[in-house]
């Protein structure tokens, strides 16, 4: 199956039947409303500023919506602002840095457009002209109100001759002007959908990146999310291939808000629900979802994907991904990302922590303390200093505690079935049992595969020295739990720290029942090895950082399920993504088209797996459209995505 996506739409439409596209200033051209601005300046310093600027802002929106008459609300906020002429240039520079992201990423369609581009806004001409002629737009294009000054340079008004300073005035504007031709009107106002309601515009466009009105949206044509939103829905060209207002992001399980916060600012729309979805749910939430955000609970089922036409990416706030079909991910050309080594640091710390606690045999006497003893000796309370910390499995966790547990003093020794750097001054050793022989202390760290199951078990304790310190905070299922504790009550083992286990509750709510409960010098922790407050900030923040290199650029660096490619920014050029079933001679296939239509390449990247091939391919911007169909034609294809 082959996902389309709109062709590029570079093609200008041809002047004779381009409309004029009038556009409004606050809050569409520029993200904010000036006056509130001039506000914050004008009236710095003075006690009453905070309550004068929320008063400001609810006449503006009160005037905004239709609720008061424009010439009202512009009164009533020129009285409370008490400006002066000498505010202007500190507004100016402020305005210049809060244009609205999809005017400053589109200047190009403005200054191609600037003879049918008009602004028209009730703001003023003072500080709206230097902002709007920076993108390119014509200064005789520009319509606004004017202030009036007293002798000293106070704003006392505006000119009341200028047809903006009364109701109906944008109409009035558009009337005069008598432009000749279709009329697009874009803003975020109810003063805008005027022009619409008399008559004088074809179409009214809801501007919604800054804000969003209700009472005007429901009044509106057509919304336009942003800039790039518009120029996509009338196929002119634009600085986004597809718009990222139209790429809806699902973030289930509560994901931390900072992940939220990481799409939001891209511009992508994003639902949060708190909740896992169940299957049938997910079905009915997914059909229109770009991206998905899961943790650890929802299951991303054959039957899920079935229905998940649109869905480019997945991102696992977590580290396993075994709730994820993975293979029919990759089927559908689905890219999966999780967050490996996010808590990597926390799981670390936890285990120092508890070396420490179990070699100096802190768990009994703080026990034997609650029930009223006093146990002041030296006896079995040794220092970490010195002492030999045996890894098994050297992975991400086993190499960070490597690096820290060095600092503290200890000899360091590992053993992975994989062949790895030793970090630092750590010793590999050949076998497990040739680390079980040396290690005082003995920390888990091998992954969940199923071979690792009762990877310890009696013979494995047999073979450690008496009174080593034990930990797992890997997996429940790679510990024979019987054996661990008749290797505790042997004292083979003088102190164990136990995260993890073959069978854990559920819920808190659910009893927690083990044979290790009750034993001397057993630290038990309900499997929150990697659970801090900055592990999920990090994991909030590294997979949309995944996901938006992905979308964005088209990276798959750290995917569990495609080829891995990094790629260099996309700069100067368009970037055709081509994912298909990994069958031998469509890269042929591709680069006859490319050939075919005399395309220059400017680089092109091809990484395969087991099931999918990627290729990028990054051209000059001239080309013939007819190459992306014939791209998404070839047969194999599994989807295809345009960049630029
Ligand atoms: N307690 C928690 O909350 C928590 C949090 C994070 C990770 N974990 C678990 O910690 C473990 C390690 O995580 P990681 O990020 O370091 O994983 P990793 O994949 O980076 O490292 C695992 C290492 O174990 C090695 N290995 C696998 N089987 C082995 C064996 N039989 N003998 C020796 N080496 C073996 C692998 O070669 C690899 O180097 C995983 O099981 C993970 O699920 C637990």
Known sequence: MTTTEPTPGQRAVPPAEQPYYVIDFDSTFTKVEALDILGEISLAGRPERDDVLHQIKTITDRGMSGEISFTESLNLRLDLL??????????????MGKISDSFQRNKEFLTEHADHIYIVSNG??????????????????????????????????????NPLSANGGKSQVIRDLNLGGEVYVIGDGYTDYEIRASGLANRFYAFTENVLRP?????????????DDFLYQNNLSRSQSYPKSRIKVLLLENVHPVAVQLFEQEGFKVEIRKEALDEDELIEAIRDVSILGIRSKTNITARVLENANKLMAVGAFCIGTNQIDLDTCTQKGIAVFNAPYSNTRSVVELAIGEIIMLIRSIVPKSNLMHNGGWDKSAKNSFEVRGKKLGLVGYGNI??????????????????????????????????????????DIISLHTDGRKENKNLFSYREFSLMKNGVIFLNLSRGHIVDIPALVDAIERGKIAGAGVDVFPLEPKTNNEEFSSALRKLPNVILTPHIGGSTEEAQVNIGNFV????????????????????????PMLKGAHRLLHIHANVPGILAKMNAIFANYH???????LKTNEQIGYVITDVAK????????????????IKFRLLF
């Open 124 to 161: 003023f001409r003072e500080f709206i002209l230097p902002i709007v002629t920076s993108l390119g737009i014509q200064a005789e294009h520009v319509f606004a109100n004017t202030f009036l000054y007293d002798e000293n340079g106070a704003v006392i008004g505006f000119d009341p001759q």
């Open 215 to 227: 009472s005007v949206v429901e009044k509106a044509d057509h919304v336009a999310h942003s800039l």
């Open 82 to 95: 008490k400006a002066h002429r000498n505010h202007l240039p500190a507004l100016i520079e402020s305005l």
């Open 398 to 439: 086993g190499t960070q505690l490597s690096v820290v547990a060095e600092a503290l003093g200890m000899e360091v020794y590992f053993y992975d079935i994989v062949d790895k750097l030793a970090l630092g001054n750590a010793r590999k050793c050949k076998s497990l049992d040739d680390l079980l022989a040396v290690a």
């Open 599 to 605: 395309i220059n390449i400017h680089g092109q990247y």
């Open 622 to 637: 001239e080309y013939a459209h007819e190459v992306v169909e014939e791209l998404k034609g070839i047969d194999n294809t």
């Open 544 to 567: 949309p950082g995944k996901l938006l290199e992905y979308i964005n650029n088209g990276s798959t660096y750290g995917s569990v399920n495609f080829p891995e490619l990094q790629l």
